[in-house]
T-cell receptor, first 113, second 113 residues
């Protein structure tokens, strides 16, 4: 039972353009959604989050959008930079699975100079 | 630097053996989580501890066990190891609070031969 899905295993973008990473979830009781970035040989690092009571949260070049009716969230990176090349995971918390943190499978983003 | 320390970084052992992975959480974090990342897989939640007590369990095998000690460090014990247990094992910690992000260590790479 995979409650969080990232259906795109990889994404390739040109430097300076927008990167859009997507995540779908099934549990409408999730109350927070978080994005993490992971470089090779390192643990994931927290990037940005959004509460289910909001539909947008922005932090510099990173913006997360939440569409509760579609159970969909997306991470926009603009402008994309080569240093953004990493694996991105979305995570959902809350609902009846308190304490259990559900991660998507990850999307490999490659930003070409 | 996330403040989460995992040791050892690499571990090579034979099938049937037992190993212990250690994690020191970030100062002040009471919750510790363990995740497994196999090749080309996402982050699989194994188990969570909060202030010494088990809080939530994920897809953790019966051959695996964990505990959190009074000083809040945690250990993940893997026994009767199989080839399929080869993976990256991440520890993460967080403060208490809805939507609190996880802070990950850099993982222990376990190779079972």
């Amino acid at each position: 039972d995979q409650q969080v899905k990232q259906n795109s295993p990889s994404l390739s973008v040109q430097e300076g353009r927008i990167s859009i990473l997507n995540c779908d979830y099934t549990n409408s009781m999730f109350d927070y959604f978080l994005w993490y970035k992971k470089y090779p040989a390192e643990g994931p690092t927290f990037l940005i989050s959004i509460s289910s009571i909001k539909d947008k949260n922005e932090d510099g070049r990173f913006t997360v959008f939440l569409n509760k009716s579609a159970k969909h969230l997306s991470l926009h990176i603009v402008p994309s930079q080569p240093g953004d090349s990493a694996v991105y995971f979305c995570e959902s918390t809350g609902g009846t699975s308190y304490g259990k943190l559900t991660f998507g499978q990850g999307t490999i983003l490659t930003v070409h100079p | 630097d996330s403040g989460v320390t995992q040791t050892p970084k690499h571990l090579i052992t034979a099938t049937g053996q037992r190993v212990t992975l250690r994690c020191s959480p970030r100062s002040g974090d009471l919750s510790v989580y363990w995740y497994q990342q196999s090749l080309d897989q996402g982050l699989q939640f194994l188990i969570q501890y909060y202030n010494g007590e088990e809080r939530a369990k994920g897809n953790i095998l019966e051959r695996f066990s964990a505990q959190q000690f009074p000083d809040l460090h945690s250990e993940l014990n893997l026994s009767s190891l199989e080839l399929g247990d080869s993976a990256l094992y991440f520890c993460a910690s967080s403060v208490v609070g809805a939507g609190s992000p996880l802070h990950f260590g850099n993982g222990t790479r376990l190779t079972v031969t």
